[in-house]
């Protein structure tokens, strides 16, 4: 670098990446190997409209997974959300969450209106922070209520709430913990309710299995003691631990237990929430009432970094009840929870998805996709199971269909690496259960066309046919 750095030089920024940025969950030596024919460039995103991307070389990709990490729900280049964003920004960019603000509460009412039964919206940053918020609450009405006794979480195996350590504690995917251990304390695994694998868990029945995976949540409050468990965290269809569908009977019984033992619902909508699985919230297509629900990527879309972590009456109260205790309220902020660009990106993202109908195109266009990746896997032996909702949807590969064993992890991603060169971008569960990283994902925007599903299905079907020959 000489210090006449032009921005619109696309090779001094490549280098400069090269040099200097730190990417997530990415091994760097292939960028700056000592064997220059082992070397590749880092890849830049430089622009994106609608469902498309296009990187430094120019390359035009079809995002079929919305920013990488089922993000950008309402798609690229949306002005209406930007120019929304830089009037607030010049009006008011920030002051600290403990004074309101005018997008703060607008957003805050139409979300709610979205979430019957929810009242109160808590903002943050990420997901993982959302989710930290709510580890917070049952903590501290473990101690207002219950002498700090009926603090623990259950967190479930597969699911994933967050790269903090505390999230990382709340996590059932140990490739995600390997190695940044110790963890927080009080953080108690469940079983997983993935049918498709259920002939690995002992003793589970080949009828009723959702109310048995159910079961077992009960079994480990009981373990526990029912007056040390606080809260219940699950995500409503698992993501990144291989797009995880709940089976018939699951949630139902899940609530009962829950009200059984007085233990907080915690739901980890930061992947389903804001229309991804056809529905408002994941957790409305099945009928539960949590107690806490926290949500980011989707939320605004990442025209801002926005979560929310979103409570019942209920929950709030118990923390306005005793105004006397001077400890007693949520002592918690989020310094970047009171930037207005958030929620001024989140109004406009609720208002696009309702004015366009993405919803209903999310479920029409979701049942399509299903259909033509059941149709692939008539085709491709290889895949084993296809299941999702909405727009987010799983195939997970196998290396025999009778045995269920995995497919080979570098095989599933020579399989995303081919959709790559084909300009099609597809995901895979990443450093996420070990020796299952075996579920390619797909998450395109819901503002997706039969068109664009068709190209990502004929990619697949390529990819498929040249990896696994
Ligand atoms: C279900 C779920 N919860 C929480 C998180 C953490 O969100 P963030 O990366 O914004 O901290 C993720 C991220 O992938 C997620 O998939």
Not at 25 to 49: C, F, T, W
Not at 85 to 113: T, W
Not at 157 to 171: K, M, P, V
Not at 214 to 224: N, R, T, Y
Request: with cysteine.
């Amino acid at each position: 670098m000489d210090g006449n750095f032009n921005e619109n030089d696309i090779s001094r920024v490549v280098e400069a990446d090269r040099a200097h940025i730190w990417h997530h969950l990415s091994q760097h030596k292939q960028y700056m190997n000592d064997d220059a024919s082992k070397q590749v460039d880092p890849r830049i995103i430089v622009e994106g409209k609608g469902m498309r991307v296009w990187d430094q070389k120019g390359k035009e990709h079809l995002d079929g997974v919305s920013g990488g990490v089922w993000t950008v729900n309402v798609g690229y280049g949306r002005e209406r959300i930007a120019n929304a964003v830089r009037d607030q920004l010049i009006k008011l960019n920030y002051f600290a969450g403990s004074a309101g603000s005018i997008p703060g509460s607008n957003f805050a009412e139409k979300l709610i209106e979205k979430m019957p039964g929810m009242s109160r919206v808590y903002y943050a940053n990420s997901g993982s922070e959302a989710n930290e918020k709510g580890f917070k609450m049952v903590r501290q009405i473990a101690h207002k209520k219950y002498g700090g006794k009926k603090h623990k979480v259950l967190y479930r195996d597969r699911d994933y709430h967050g790269t903090t350590i505390s999230a990382l504690s709340a996590g059932g995917q140990d490739e995600r913990g390997a190695q940044y251990g110790p963890f927080t304390p009080g953080f108690v695994r469940v079983p997983h309710c993935m049918e498709y694998r259920a002939f690995e868990q002992e003793g589970a029945p080949q009828e009723n299995y959702g109310v048995w995976a159910a079961d077992q949540i009960e079994k480990v409050i009981l373990a526990e003691g029912p007056d040390t468990v606080g809260g219940l965290c699950l995500e409503p269809v698992t993501a990144g631990g291989g797009v995880i569908t709940p089976p018939d009977g699951y949630w139902e019984r899940v609530q009962e237990i829950c009200k059984k033992y007085d233990i907080l619902l915690h739901i980890d909508e930061v992947v389903c929430g804001v229309g991804r699985t056809g529905t408002w919230f994941g957790y409305q297509n099945y009928g539960i009432k949590p107690d806490m629900v926290t949500m980011a990527k989707g939320v605004a879309s990442g025209y801002a970094a926005i979560s929310c972590l979103v409570t019942t009456e209920a929950v709030f109260d118990m923390f306005k009840e005793d105004a006397s205790d001077h400890m007693g309220y949520f002592r918690d902020i989020s310094t970047f929870g009171g930037c207005t660009a958030g929620p001024t990106a989140g109004l406009e993202n609720l208002k696009i998805i309702e004015e366009e109908n993405l919803l209903d195109n999310t479920l029409q266009m979701g049942d399509y996709m299903l259909d033509q990746l059941h149709a692939l896997s008539e085709k491709h032996a290889v895949i084993g199971d296809v299941r999702g909702k909405g727009l987010f949807l799983g195939a997970e590969l196998v290396a025999d269909r009778n045995t269920r064993e995995a497919a080979k992890e570098s095989l599933v991603s020579a399989v995303v690496g081919d959709c790559m060169q084909q300009g099609v971008i597809i995901g895979m569960t990443n450093r996420s259960v070990p020796g299952k990283n075996n579920t390619l994902c797909f998450s395109p925007a819901l503002i997706a066309t039969k068109d664009d599903i068709d190209q990502i299905i004929n990619a697949v079907d390529g990819a498929l046919g040249r990896v696994f020959t």
